[in-house]
T-cell receptor, first 112, second 116 residues
Framework: KQEVTQIPAALSVPEGENLVLNCSFT??????LQWFRQDPGKGLTSLLL?????REQTSGRLNASLDKSSGRSTLYIAASQPGDSATYLC???????????FGKGITLSVRP | EAGVTQFPSHSVIEKGQTVTLRCDPI?????LYWYRRVMGKEIKFLLH????????ESGMPNNRFLAERTGGTYSTLKVQPAELEDSGVYFC??????????????FGPGTRLLVL
């Protein structure tokens, strides 16, 4: 049974800081891994998706890496801004069209 | 293109009552998923439709939950009778059937259910 862990549960940083959010998973036989963002009262927005054959994906100030053998992924946010404050969720897909297994998320607060 | 929509956005009911949640996926998405987040826990999978067929319902907690997707378009999730532990946020997601490993699931805003 796949388990996804995100530690810490919450993080507060000053504006401008570069930061890394961690995600670990127990079963390395994954299809893909996604990072989502959730704002309070809103749905989930996909930020980055890494296929199992890839090692990283980049979008703007965001970079996500994947190390399947060690069961880890990181989301790097460069030059954080107050608008980055949200909950960041890591989710692992087992196969084509299959369900996602989520971590509990990391609630990020970027202080002006 | 309209995103995934869910109705209602909030629902407050008493224990023992019935509630029906609705999800309208993105047009053309054959995959439809229901997930639930209970307070303090991670988002957990409930079930997966491919068109009108249930592909995987391994996450459904018990027989008080009934999901349907008539005609392969919108889906409903009925909870009858509701219990206190059913409180949480119910998310719906959809995706293309042949999207491959780059295909993401698109999530709706969720329905916040509170059972008193």
């Amino acid at each position: 049974k796949q388990e996804v862990t995100q530690i810490p549960a919450a993080l507060s940083v000053p504006e401008g800081e570069n930061l890394v959010l961690n995600c670990s998973f127990t079963d390395s036989a994954i299809y893909n891994l996604q990072w989502f963002r959730q704002d309070p009262g809103k749905g989930l927005t996909s930020l980055l998706l890494i296929q199992s054959s890839q090692r990283e994906q980049t979008s703007g100030r965001l970079n996500a890496s994947l190390d399947k053998s060690s069961g880890r992924s990181t989301l790097y946010i460069a030059a954080s801004q107050p608008g980055d404050s949200a909950t960041y969720l890591c989710a692992v897909g087992r196969g084509a069209n299959s369900k996602l297994t989520f971590g509990k998320g990391i609630t990020l607060s970027v202080r002006p | 293109e309209a995103g995934v929509t869910q109705f209602p956005s909030h629902s407050v009911i008493e224990k023992g009552q019935t509630v029906t949640l609705r999800c309208d996926p993105i047009s053309g998405h054959d995959n439809l998923y229901w997930y639930r987040r209970v307070m303090g826990k991670e988002i957990k999978f409930l079930l997966h439709f491919v068109k009108e067929s249930k592909q995987d319902e391994s996450g459904m907690p018990n027989n008080r939950f009934l999901a349907e997707r008539t005609g392969g378009t919108y889906s409903t999730l009925k909870v009858q009778p509701a219990e206190l532990e059913d409180s949480g946020v119910y998310f719906c997601a959809s995706s293309k059937l042949a999207g491959g490993p780059r295909e993401t699931q698109y999530f709706g805003p969720g329905t916040r259910l509170l059972v008193l």
